[in-house]
């Protein structure tokens, strides 16, 4: 892969871009794609964002939303896009299958592929990009990019808040170790163009519906295994969970997260049986590699303290066969 520099060439003229990200994207995904399409438009291209399935409701207010397509909702129209496009770049994920739905089609896709992301072992298949997993977001390097092609005084408002929630959600509101300096001085710099940091918060924390609240206290009384002696805790969730608190997309987002509140406690797992697959989230604290553990057992992969995976055997099975790996592995 070329660096993303020698890419520039590309885009000294107005071209016909492709964005995308991962399927059931977050904060960073959504953020650093909508972000990265306003800064293009202001360029003179003609970008179009296609997420590879629905956003989370907590993302809904985000600027650029109404004119970003939902492939799941219209393939066809995201599908012409790709077709026509001059150029193709992605966000927040660097092996096509993360697109699920997009998989093929990219895969077989003429045109020039560039890349922005901070996951671990990038796939060979882009032409240009940045992949930099020390980095704390896609976001980040997003504003890296911008400022990069020395256009820092087109960060408007709108492109700051995209901005700020990619890096907001990815640094656990700057708490987890991956946020560095430059994270900070972005937040710095975003703060200096009027970002309004707290209504971001407001937006993609504060707005739970009272279910959500409710099926949380019932995740944690009844769901929530913890296995002290080896710093470890489970959360499993059936269909049957799922369905009976009607839970939504996002609904989930940050549950595997809480565990890592209990002292001692310093690898958190979320087991999701949804309607084709088990779904497995892994977070950890500290020098617990969970993108390996994820590569090494569950079909998975990402960051080192954040990552996630898939089981091809019954939602039962999965957990059985998880808490065998525990105890064989014996995480400290
Ligand atoms: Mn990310």
């Known amino acids: 892969m070329r660096p ?8 000294q003229s107005p071209k016909k871009i492709f964005i995308t990200t991962h399927h059931k994207p977050d904060g960073d995904a959504i953020g650093s794609m909508l972000g990265l399409t306003k800064y293009l438009e202001k360029k003179g291209h003609f970008v179009t964002a296609v997420s590879p399935s629905e956003i989370p409701e907590f993302l809904e207010w985000m600027p650029g939303v109404s004119s970003m397509i939902n492939f799941e ?7 012409k896009a790709l077709f026509a496009a001059d150029l193709i770049i992605g966000v927040d994920f660097n092996d096509f299958s993360r697109t699920k739905h997009l998989e093929k089609q990219l895969t077989n896709a003429p045109q020039p592929k560039i890349v922005i992301d901070h996951h671990l072992f990038p796939s060979p298949v882009w032409d240009y990009g940045m992949s ?12 890296d990019f911008i400022n990069l092609c020395g256009d820092h005084e087109l960060i408007d408002k709108d492109i ?15 708490k987890f ?21 707290t209504s971001i918060h407001e937006a993609v924390y504060d707005s739970w519906t009272e279910g959500r609240m409710r099926f949380l206290g019932y995740v944690l009384i009844e769901r929530m ?9 489970l959360i499993s969730l059936s269909r049957k969970d799922l369905n009976l608190f009607n839970v939504k997309n996002g609904d989930t987002e940050g549950l595997v997260n809480y565990p890592l509140s209990i002292a001692g406690i ?24 969970v993108s390996s553990f994820a590569r090494q057992y569950f079909d998975g992969g990402g960051h080192f303290n954040a990552s996630g995976g898939r089981a091809k055997t019954s939602f039962l099975d999965t957990i059985v066969n998880f808490k065998k790996i525990l105890s064989d592995i014996h995480p400290q």
């Open 73 to 79: 909702e219209y393939p066809d129209e995201a599908h």
């Open 177 to 197: 170790p991956i946020t560095n300096a430059g994270a900070h001085e972005m937040a710095a710099g975003l703060k200096r163009i009027g970002l309004d940091h």
């Open 225 to 233: 295994e913890v296995f002290h002696k080896y710093n470890a805790a």
């Open 266 to 289: 310093r690898f958190a797992t979320l087991i999701t049986e949804r309607n084709d697959e088990i779904k497995m989230s892994f977070r950890s604290k500290g020098d617990f590699d």
């Open 160 to 174: 700051a808040a995209c901005l700020y929630t990619g890096l907001m959600t990815d640094t656990g509101s700057f």
């Open 4 to 11: 993303i520099q020698d890419a520039f060439p590309l885009l």
């Open 132 to 143: 930099i997993p020390e980095k704390s977001s896609t976001c980040e390097m997003v504003y």
